[in-house]
């Protein structure tokens, strides 16, 4: 079962910061967090993933809380291709770990 | 980065029959990962692929039915089988390589049974 919960779907104006929060209250100290996304009708893409330090890539931003059990992404001016369902996942960085999916989270940019 | 090439991207089949959609991949990798995702619903993993051996399987998913074969480091299929409507679904394949610890994932093969 996924380790992650989210909601299930928001709403961002264009051009404003969406931050997507992730509760991930039982992860382990080996596991990182990770972030996907999936545009309609195209495989998932990789956004970026942390273990305790905040992150920073030219897609997003990821806050992970001090205790670890809660994260936040941030796409720092959203764009109406930026429409796409958000998924949070927790995994060890190990490149033959299995990843699991949980519902994610549908973000609608709003023009 | 990998680039992952999945066919056919989409087919229409009758059912009873079988499809084998095919992953390659342009660089060596030790897994290959093979998701169902049913319409408006997340990712399923169905099973994980390593070369030389056989695939292992997720609960509610059996090799009769999923067949999957993995001949060398940069291919692999999976087989629907005896297939039904309820199978219709978009298939994915997924791959992790040497240097990032980031997976990528094809743009899927959508399935329907009609």
């Known amino acids: 079962d996924a380790k992650t919960t989210q909601p299930t779907s928001m709403d961002c104006a264009e051009g404003r910061a969406a931050n997507l929060p992730c509760n991930h209250s039982t992860i382990s100290g080996n596991e990182y967090v990770y972030w996907y996304r999936q545009i309609h009708s195209q495989g998932p893409q990789y956004i970026i993933h942390?273990?305790?330090n905040n992150e920073t890539n030219e897609m997003a931003s990821l806050i992970i809380t001090e205790d670890r059990k809660s994260s936040t992404l941030i796409l720092p001016h959203a764009t109406l291709r930026d429409t796409a369902v958000y998924y949070c996942?927790?995994?060890?960085?190990?490149?033959?770990?299995?990843?699991?999916f949980g519902k994610g989270t549908r973000l609608h940019i709003l023009p | 980065s990998a680039v992952i090439s999945q066919k056919p991207s989409r087919d229409i089949c009758q059912r009873g029959t079988s499809l084998t959609i095919q992953c390659q991949v342009d660089s060596q990798v030790t897994m290959m990962f093979w998701y169902r995702q049913q319409p408006g619903q997340s990712l399923t993993l169905i099973a994980t692929?390593?070369?030389?051996?056989?695939?292992?399987?997720e609960s509610g998913f059996v090799i009769d039915k999923f067949p999957i074969s993995r001949p060398n480091l940069t291919f692999s299929t999976l087989t629907v089988s005896n297939m039904s409507p309820e199978d219709s679904s978009i298939y994915l394949c997924?791959?992790?390589?040497?240097?990032?610890?980031?997976?990528?994932f094809g743009q899927g093969t959508r399935l329907t049974v009609v």
């Open positions: 997924s791959v992790d390589v040497t240097e990032n610890t980031e997976a990528f």
């Open positions: 942390g273990l305790k």
């Open positions: 692929a390593n070369q030389g051996s056989e695939a292992t399987y």
């Open positions: 996942i927790v995994r060890v960085a190990n490149r033959d770990d299995k990843i699991i």
